[in-house]
């Protein structure tokens, strides 16, 4: 059992929106504000989406977008393209023993 | 170009050690901290290790503490992870990530192999 919930899945139309939940605790989603979101798609590595809840690497498009509520943090992706289809990853410092915490993952689809 | 490239993954038995290595090019390997990241097949991510740029702060899951030690040697800008006493469970792509839970892990290598069987 992962450590931050994420949904399974979730899916989109190209040109819509979609939002992806992630949910922990006092601990790491809600007590700093150090969450991170990866991509990944099919045989490759993991990349970078957004790091401190909702800063956008160099590169990044604008179409994706990170927030925080309480223990729950989102990634919203705009504008829904073909290519946004992969697995989505949320991470978050954690003030227990160990340092970083991942979500299991939501796996968009794009209908 | 900036990257970092994993090797030294492998078959190993079960109670059998491995060490993996990573080595970085195109940015300055000493300044910045790192981790080992592990993906078991067709499983989600799992964070293994973490190690800051001069070795001071050292951070384990605690499926791995006790028999993964991480290390780096800044002068040969490389990073490792020595696997003792392997388990079934420990079978996945590692994959050597630049960065922090703060700064997010934002240079990634195509990952090495490790399977642990019998």
């Known amino acids: 059992q992962s450590a931050l919930t994420q949904p399974a899945s979730v899916s989109g139309s190209p040109g819509q929106s979609i939002t992806i939940s992630c949910t922990g605790t006092?601990?790491?989603?809600?007590?700093?504000?150090?969450v991170s979101w990866y991509q990944q798609h099919p045989g490759k590595a993991p990349k970078l989406m957004i790091f401190d809840v909702s800063k956008r690497p160099s590169g990044v498009s604008n179409r994706f977008s990170g927030s925080k509520s309480g223990n729950t943090a989102s990634l919203t992706i705009s504008g829904l393209l073909a290519e946004d289809e992969a697995d989505y990853y949320c991470s978050s410092y954690t003030s227990s023993s160990t340092l970083v915490v991942f979500g299991g993952g939501t796996r968009l689809t794009v209908l | 170009e900036v990257q970092v490239v994993e090797s030294g993954g492998g078959l190993v038995q079960p109670g059998g050690s491995l060490r993996l290595s990573c080595a970085a090019s195109g940015f300055t390997f000493s300044n910045y901290e790192m981790n080992w990241v592990r993906q078991a097949p067709g499983k989600g991510l799992e964070w293994v290790s973490y190690?800051?740029?001069?070795?001071?702060?050292?951070y384990y899951a605690d499926s791995v503490k006790g028999r993964f030690t991480i290390s780096r040697d800044n002068a040969k800008n490389s990073l490792y992870l020595q696997m003792n006493s392997l388990r079934v469970e420990d079978t996945a792509i590692y994959y050597c990530?630049?960065?922090?839970?703060?700064?997010?892990?934002?240079?990634w290598g195509k990952g090495t192999t490790v399977t642990v069987s019998s």
């Open positions: 006092s601990s790491d989603v809600g007590g700093h504000n150090y």
């Open positions: 190690i800051s740029s001069g070795s001071s702060m050292i």
């Open positions: 990530a630049r960065g922090s839970s703060g700064s997010g892990m934002d240079v």
